[in-house]
């Protein structure tokens, strides 16, 4: 390739990249698969062609995109790989990669931003799950004034301690406050709390 397709190859790249990270402060995860598709040319020769597999229940087996280093449980080497994170290192040194690659930086380089892309899609999808699952108490909540038990959703009144267990991350463990300790046990209650107290 002369050094002017060069220029003009890495100027379409500068351009793919400046459209991504205008999708991805703007769009959701839909306008980002479609950036790949737009600025990646097709891969044609399939790793299960290239490689002569019969593993029809891979992953990788006529998928529509063809990049079989992006796909997480393809069957290389005749096992399931895992993570994209783990098994990424081995693809990019694989044959089908590096054929498809052929040598060229920019191609190269232009796979590269798609891995990119793909492993911040796939940390944003692991956020968002983590997030899901995160219990955060918010708003007005009903509590007695007498007894402090807390009326959920359903008009059930419910212990303090159990209603914040449900609804949040927090677990208790039980104890007695000094007041509580002087009323319960008037006789032994200082020699209680100092026990306590030096316990820490």
């Known amino acids: 390739m002369n050094n002017k397709n060069r220029d003009a190859e890495l100027q379409k790249l500068i351009a793919d990249i400046k459209t991504f990270i ?3 402060l703007d769009s959701g995860e839909h306008s980002i698969r479609t950036w790949i598709n737009e600025v990646s040319e097709p891969v044609e020769s399939f790793c299960y062609r290239k490689t002569q597999c019969g593993k029809k229940d891979c992953l990788a087996y006529k998928s529509e995109c063809g990049r079989c280093w992006l796909q997480v449980g393809t069957m290389c080497g005749g096992k399931p790989q895992g993570k994209f994170a783990e098994k990424y290192q081995q693809c990019t040194e694989c044959r089908v990669y590096k054929d498809f690659v052929g040598g060229d930086p920019v191609r190269n380089l232009r796979e590269l931003v798609i891995a ?21 108490l918010r708003g007005l909540i009903p509590i007695c004034s007498s007894c402090k038990k807390i009326r959920d959703d359903q008009g059930t009144w419910n212990r303090i301690d159990s209603y914040i267990t449900k609804h949040s991350e927090a677990e208790f463990t039980h104890s007695y406050c000094n007041d509580c300790i002087r009323d319960l046990y008037p006789e032994m209650a200082e020699g209680i709390i100092a026990e306590l107290e030096n316990k820490g």
């Open 22 to 24: 205008d999708l991805s």
């Open 116 to 136: 990119l892309v793909h492993s911040l899609q796939l940390r944003q999808s692991e956020l968002k799950e983590a997030l899901s699952e995160v219990k955060t």
